[in-house]
Nanobody, 125 residues
Framework: QVQLVESGGGLVQAGDSLSVSCAAS????????MGWFRQAPGKERELVAG????????YYADSVKGRFTLSRDNAKKTMYLQMNSLKPENTAVYYC??????????????????WGQGTQVTVSS
């Protein structure tokens, strides 16, 4: 059974940095893709960043390019999202998602089979 456990998140001020992590269990990384989605109140869930767990394929939404950075530790089966220069519009619940096999990084939420419980990121102005 695949489980994704997020940690991190919290309340920060605009311009601050924050890191969230997602630890996966029960997932073979060879062909998997993982991503961070976010959902703000009244908005659709959107992919912020994602990566293949092998190789170098990554994806960043235009709105976060240059500010957010993904990394992974395959030995720990953990994915990290470092968020710098945070803005109030980055406020949302951030969800970790995974898919066992993928070509590239799927953009749509319904392409991911497994989800974490979500962690709140709040950026005050």
């Amino acid at each position: 059974q695949v489980q994704l456990v997020e940690s991190g998140g919290g309340l920060v001020q605009a311009g601050d940095s924050l890191s969230v992590s997602c630890a996966a269990s029960g997932l073979t990384f060879d062909y998997a893709a993982m991503g961070w989605f976010r959902q703000a109140p009244g908005k659709e869930r959107e992919l912020v960043a994602g990566l293949k767990m092998s190789g170098t394929t990554t994806y960043y939404a235009d709105s976060v390019k240059g500010r957010f950075t993904l990394s992974r530790d395959n030995a720990k089966k953990t994915m990290y999202l470092q968020m710098n220069s945070l803005k109030p519009e980055n406020t949302a619940v951030y969800y970790c998602a995974a898919r066992r096999t993928a070509i590239g990084v799927p953009r749509r939420a319904d392409k991911y089979s497994y989800w974490g419980q979500g962690t709140q990121v709040t950026v005050s102005s």
